[in-house]
Structure formats: C-alpha cells, structure tokens
Nanobody, 124 residues
Framework: QVQLVESGGGLVQPGGSLRLSCAASGFTLDYYAIVWFRQAPGKEREGVSCIISSDATTDYADSVKGRFTISRDNAKNTVYLQMNSLKPEDTAVYYC?????????????????WGQGTRVTVSS
C-alpha cells in the first residue's frame, strides 16, 4: 500500500525554523520526484519545492527561495524540508506528494500520491 506520512510541523515564532519529514512506505521514493506543497485556509494549494530522483536537483518557489531547503535520504526512504526564517505567511498545512517530474511541481492536478499533511503555524 502506497503511503506518505508527513511530520515535524508545529507552532513557531517568526524567524524560527522547522524541519518537516516525509516518510514513504509501500514504494521506493527514489523512483519519483517529490514535491512539498502547502495549503493555507481559503487558499489554493501551492507547490513550494521539488527534488528529482536521479541527481537530487531541486527547485523552489520564489516565496521560499533562500529560506527552505529540500533534501532526500534514499536509505531512509524519506524526504525533508528544512524551513528557516519562517514568516507568518508560511502558515499552512504542508504535504509531500509524488509527481512525474519537477516540471509539474506547481501543478497540483499532476500530483499522484500525498499524505495527510502536517500543520505549520508561524505566530508570535
């Protein structure tokens, strides 16, 4: 059974950091590109970062570039999202998803599988 489980969310003050994890079971992550996307209340899903399987090339939305870092540990079948310098506008539920290619990471209708999400709240 294909399953993705996100964890690591929580409440953090502006300027703080969190590291999100995306653990896969039922399949091998390194066969897929993996995207982190988020959804804030009343807003559309937003792809924020993607990492491809072959050479770990990454891509980032302008809104998070320079603050977020995506990485993968194929031995642990896990992808991470390190989030630094967090801002209130980063508040959302964060999900990881498989996608055919990072070319599609900004297109939510191209996501194949995703987990239940982990909530991130940035507030003082």
């Amino acid at each position: 059974q294909v399953q993705l489980v996100e964890s690591g969310g929580g409440l953090v003050q502006p300027g703080g950091s969190l590291r999100l994890s995306c653990a896969a079971s039922g399949f091998t992550l390194d066969y897929y590109a993996i995207v982190w996307f988020r959804q804030a209340p009343g807003k559309e899903r937003e792809g924020v970062s993607c990492i491809i399987s072959s050479d770990a090339t990454t891509d980032y939305a302008d809104s998070v570039k320079g603050r977020f870092t995506i990485s993968r540990d194929n031995a642990k079948n896990t992808v991470y999202l390190q989030m630094n310098s967090l801002k209130p506008e980063d508040t959302a539920v964060y999900y990881c998803a498989t996608v055919r290619s990072c070319y599609y990471y900004t297109r939510p209708n191209e996501y194949l599988y995703w987990g239940q999400g982990t909530r991130v709240t940035v507030s003082s």
